[in-house]
């Protein structure tokens, strides 16, 4: 499975942003995809994922009520919206693809994206 992040930026404190996961190759063998992300100095943590096949979805508590991750089956794309950015959410965003039964545990994403900076100024 190859993956393709795309659509971080420079914006301000409470503004919105999108973020793309194009997904392709064996896409069929997706069990989840999620979002990470990892800020300077820090270990990369997970934020969201959605179920490749039912789309039923999971959110870190940092994020829910502001972050909203979905797909569309026809593009094979998982887009994560992101609302009411504050500056603690500035980092590199990860998209990641798993075969397996696992939602946040990083180690057992095998198909990675190369990143999106999103920078958030207060």
């Known amino acids: 499975v190859q993956l393709q992040a795309s659509g971080g930026g420079l914006v301000q404190a409470g503004d919105s942003l999108r973020l793309s996961c194009a997904a392709s190759?064996?896409?069929?063998?997706?069990?989840?995809v999620g979002w990470f992300r990892q800020a300077p100095g820090k270990e990369r943590e997970f934020v969201t994922a959605?179920?490749?096949?039912?789309?039923?979805?999971y959110y870190a508590d940092s994020v829910k009520g502001r972050f909203t991750i979905s797909r569309d089956n026809a593009k094979n794309t998982v887009y994560l919206q992101m609302n009411s950015l504050q500056p603690e959410d500035t980092a590199v965003y990860y998209c990641?693809?798993?075969?397996?039964?696992?939602?946040?545990?990083?180690?057992?994403?095998?198909?990675w994206g190369q990143g999106t900076r999103v920078t958030v100024s207060s």
């Open positions: 990641a693809a798993t075969k397996f039964t696992v939602r946040a545990d990083r180690a057992l994403y095998d198909s």
């Open positions: 190759g064996r896409t069929f063998s997706i069990y989840n």
């Open positions: 959605i179920n490749w096949g039912t789309s039923s979805t």
